[in-house]
């Protein structure tokens, strides 16, 4: 391999992040700081100067979604190699192979099971609350492990969800982590004047979240996130004792990655909620799920399905037949949902009874967080639909547990998730609870 030089010139906010020493690093900044950039030069840097024995050095840059990954970093990577000699593209793959045979690739969020396997030497996570927050956990860290990988998350807050749960980790474990938050007011990168032009064209809360950082400020259309941050004040997210009680479940089916699984006691007048699953788990088969909740450990009480469980399929057996085949315990199917905010009002009506055991429900909770509506025009009317994204799946299986108790099929002792009226904005609208 030739001599090569490369010079970079970061904005001053990121030289500290540029000379980190730390394995992990969580970077929360306002728009157009620049740290997409900063984070694909430190990329590149750490591509053509790393040394270890084995295969090729390999990284990656990770976005929610394909297109994204492109339109933001693609040009740049183009840009930062077109003078180094040698350097392979693939247009195709998204992908960039260095002189010294090591690889940076573009990679989407929303398939983040088909990095399961890779390894990587380093990852950029861009955006992550907008990404499974299983995909890190489950998938992404594991990849890191073989050559001990370095990782850095960057985005702007869209509320207290995954991105969130990474700068807290970040906070409280600095010895590992390195962070950053960095605010438009105090940055200095975006002038003054211009500065004072945006926050007078946009609402005050989307100005403290996208310029201020501010973490406090919900997505547009939350269902559950005002409930889950009066969850914390009060002190009901954390560690909770395990009672002698048996242990429901809740389900929200799909394939393997888009199932999610909710634990649950009836302690009193409380509602003990002591562990979640989101995605596949490594279980491909139904019996290699149930294998996964055998170890737990729980003493199971009922396991509540979604209605189309209950559907046959071409063997002539259902799901739930299947489920129940298994010997883990009382099997119920849910009937029909005529309208999903029946169940997310009964859910939002619970709320105050509710209590999240951790560490074992936060990705459940980031999903809560994230879960929110979207405004869709209906003819003469504009509703609020629910989005079916990543947080979609884990957030119906919650709703699961709400329809299950308020119709009675579990005893639950003064908790019976109070139906709210749907309220009218113009036109009729289904409302649920907006952070």
Known sequence: MSHIEIHIQPRDAFLPYLKRQKRFACLVCHRRAGKTYSCLQDILARALTHRRSGPPLRYGYIAPTRDQAKDIAWSYLQKFTAAIPGTKVNQQELSLVLPNEAQIRL??????????????DGVVIDEPADIDGSAWPMVIRPCLSDYQGWATFIGTPKGKNAFYSRYTEALENADEWFSLLLRASESGIIPGDELASLRAGMPEHAFKQEYECDFSVAIPGAIYAAAIE????EGRIGRVPLAD????????LGSPANTSVWYWQVVGREIRVIDCDVGDLGANTLNERVAHMQRKGYPYGLHFLPHDAGRREYTGKTFADELSATGIGQVRVLPVTTDVWLGINALIG???????RTPETEIGVDA???????????????????VHDF???????LRYMAEAIHAGLVKAPGVTGRVETPRRRGALQRGGFVG
């Open 391 to 397: 947080s979609s799946h884990t957030a119906d299986a």
């Open 107 to 120: 990679y989407s969020g929303d398939s983040y099971d088909r990095m399961r396997g890779l390894y990587f």
């Open 368 to 386: 809560l967080g994230s879960y929110h509506t979207k405004e869709v025009d209906r003819g003469k009317r504009i509703a609020s639909t629910p």
């Open 245 to 252: 009680v048996p242990v429901h479940t809740s389900w929200d």
């Open 350 to 356: 619970m709320f105050p009874t509710l209590v999240f």
């Open 230 to 233: 009066k969850a914390r004040q």
